[in-house]
């Protein structure tokens, strides 16, 4: 039967429609694999075991009873802690939702789940998705698999080492500022943000509202682009859904053609404190780009160097606004309620308790930007900003099909290596960011490893809202050239020194 955890998505799917191996087998595999290489990697907070074969079997039964699914149907999946789902237990990697279990799923996990998909389990993170290390979970960090002393980006670090760890084909991820993006770069695998409002919101648990948005992760562009379009379309329950036809992403990722298309290199997004190893395996990608047909040309988006701050205040403004739900009267953690005490003290003690530094930094940072007297000077400007952002997109645009830069400045750094310095570690998302700010489709694929340190480089694509097909497009047209160059996709060559129990 082979090593079925090695398997690609589609490949499994292919599998289990010809009948050759079934779900449960399936299932079996990738949860004995979790429970031979989690205790190293720690890419799951949550495994519902229980759940999964029982999901498993009745695709099973589905199946031999002859009903036509998804395609996708029976193929295990990994969900990033953040999706509602209910019944099981939902934490956003938290304390003060420590025990939580949601009455109802998130839009996107009911998707998945009436594909015939099977949810392994919830994955790690930052807490509520705030950092790009996975190190800021108050349930302990996840490891890059890579190399166990590095981080595997974040806020999706568990979904990514999740994947790239062999214990899923698939994952679900969630980006505001890079979350999806960046752990894919640093971990050698797939991360798509698709346009915002392609994927609904509805069931997610909320971080920066106007910039978060669910995206597919995977270990090939195909398996991306077939779970964006199970995950994809319009919601009534989410009100910033786009009610418009899914992009033809499947059919973009299976072609790979991209002869005559205009690809803009962004000059903002390189340089002074990118590694020469990112900038090399990035120039060498471009390369492969040109020769299956690509025009390349460099392209200005001035406004880019701008991002990061301005992000860096409309992300927490909106942070603190949704903190604000989390006050011990509802749900969650309740602390010092003892009788003796007020409403507002319980508030101050349980959320002393149950949030993490990194959360409360922000929390202070965006109620300040949104103070009486500061409003217009911070908030306001960072909005202004924004829009400068996006007529830099546009303007590029109308120049070029795609944008691409590195997806990251630097590979994986080691494990808290940033955690005292909040500002280097927010500069991991120097090249991601833009595209939140914009709400266009953004994704990161493989380019290959920096010959510094041995570690994954990821190339990112960005093209205009509603165009994701674009973006699956040049990803498959890439991983086709590196596979023939390398002898495979990326995630086939990493080091099996710690992965046996």
Not at 79 to 103: H, M, N, Y
Not at 180 to 197: D, L
Not at 296 to 303: D, G, I, L
Request: hydrophobic share 40%.
């Amino acid at each position: 039967m082979g090593d079925l955890t090695r398997l690609s998505a589609a490949a499994l799917a292919e599998r289990l429609a010809a009948g050759d191996v079934s779900s449960v087998e399936v299932t079996r595999a990738h949860l004995d694999r979790i429970a031979a290489v989690d205790p190293a990697v720690h890419a799951f907070l949550h495994v519902d075991a229980e759940g999964a074969r029982a999901q498993a079997a009745a695709v099973d039964a589905r199946l031999d009873a002859g009903e036509e699914l998804g395609p996708l149907a029976g193929v295990p999946i990994a969900v990033k802690d953040l999706f509602c789902q209910a019944g099981v237990p939902t934490t956003a990697a938290s304390k003060i939702l420590e025990g939580w279990r949601p009455p109802y799923s998130a839009t996107i996990v009911q998707r998945v789940l009436d594909a015939g998909l099977v949810v392994l389990g919830k994955t790690n993170l930052d807490e509520f998705a705030m950092g790009s290390s996975t190190e800021t979970s108050a349930y302990g960090t996840t490891r890059n698999p890579w190399d166990l002393d590095r981080i595997p980006g974040g806020s999706g670090g568990g979904s990514a080492a999740a994947l790239a760890a062999f214990q899923a084909p698939l994952a679900l991820g969630t980006d505001t500022g890079g979350s999806i993006r960046q752990p894919g770069a640093v971990t050698g695998t797939v991360g798509v943000k698709p346009t915002y409002g392609g994927a609904s919101r509805y069931g997610v648990i909320a971080m920066a509202s106007s910039l978060d948005q669910p995206g597919p992760c995977a270990r090939t562009v195909l398996d991306a682009a077939l779970l964006h379009e199970v995950i994809c379309g319009h919601d009534p329950m989410d009100s910033t859904s786009i009610d418009a036809p899914v992009p033809p992403v499947v059919e973009a990722a299976r072609s790979g053609d991209i002869a005559g298309m205009r690809i803009g290199v962004v000059k903002e997004l390189g340089g002074e404190g990118y590694e020469p190893g990112v900038e090399l395996r990035f120039r060498e990608a471009v390369a492969a780009l040109e020769a299956a047909g690509a025009e390349v040309v460099e392209v200005s988006c001035p406004h880019f160097t701008y991002a990061l701050g301005a992000y860096y205040l409309i992300m927490p403004s909106e942070v603190s606004s949704n903190m604000a739900r989390y006050d011990a009267m509802r749900y969650g953690l309740r602390s010092g309620d003892d009788g003796t005490r007020s409403t507002e003290e319980v508030m101050n003690l349980t959320r002393a308790e149950g949030l993490g530094a990194e959360v409360k930094r922000r929390i202070i940072i965006g109620t300040y930007a949104l103070s009486s007297g500061y409003y217009d000077a911070y908030y306001g400007s960072a909005q202004k900003v924004r829009t400068l952002i996006s007529r830099d997109f546009d303007a590029a645009f109308e120049q070029v099909d795609v944008l691409v830069s590195p997806a990251t400045p630097t590979t994986a750094f080691l494990v808290g290596e940033k955690l005292s310095d909040p500002l280097a570690m927010y500069k991991s998302d120097l090249c991601t960011i833009p595209s939140n700010m914009a709400g266009n489709t953004a994704g990161s694929f493989p380019c290959g490893v920096a010959p510094e340190d041995g570690m994954p480089v990821g190339l990112q694509v960005m093209a205009p809202p509603q165009a994701d097909d674009r973006v699956y497009r040049v990803g498959a047209a890439l991983e086709r050239a590196l596979a023939e160059r390398d002898g495979g996709v990326l995630t086939d060559r990493i080091a099996e020194r710690w992965v046996e129990a």
